[in-house]
């Protein structure tokens, strides 16, 4: 079993910068795809950004392309996703998820490709 543990949320300013953090335990991460994901209460998760096993592969949702940037460490078993310029429309609470065969697409990420999640945590944006 791959545990998946967040870190780093919290109250952020517009326009500054945030890093939620991603540590597995259990297993080598190395072996998964990270994909990340957000949820306002009422709303469905959405996937707004993804990176592959080797990291040779990136994707994000258009509501935070060129915002946000998505990294690993494998050695340290973590991944990383750094929230840029955050909009107050950024506020939510933030999941990132592990994938064995999980794919980016254009059209977005498929939850049911994720095997394990993190906990969540909360981002607000607001000055």
């Known amino acids: 079993q791959l545990q998946l543990v967040q870190s780093g949320g919290g109250l952020v300013q517009p326009g500054g910068s945030l890093r939620l953090t991603c540590v597995a335990s259990g297993r080598a991460l190395d072996d998964y795809a990270i994909g990340w994901f957000r949820q306002i209460p009422g709303q469905e998760r959405k996937g707004i950004a993804y990176i592959s096993p080797t990291a040779d592969d990136r994707w994000f949702h258009d509501s935070v392309k060129g915002r946000f940037t998505v990294s690993r460490d494998n050695a340290k078993n973590a991944a990383y996703l750094d929230l840029n310029t955050p909009h107050s429309e950024d506020t939510s609470v933030y999941y990132c998820?592990?994938?064995?065969?999980?794919?980016?697409?254009?059209?977005?990420?498929?939850?049911?490709?994720?095997?394990?999640w993190g906990q969540g945590t909360q981002v607000t944006v607001s000055s």
């Open positions: 998820a592990a994938g064995r065969y999980a794919l980016s697409r254009p059209q977005g990420l498929y939850l049911n490709e994720y095997d394990y």
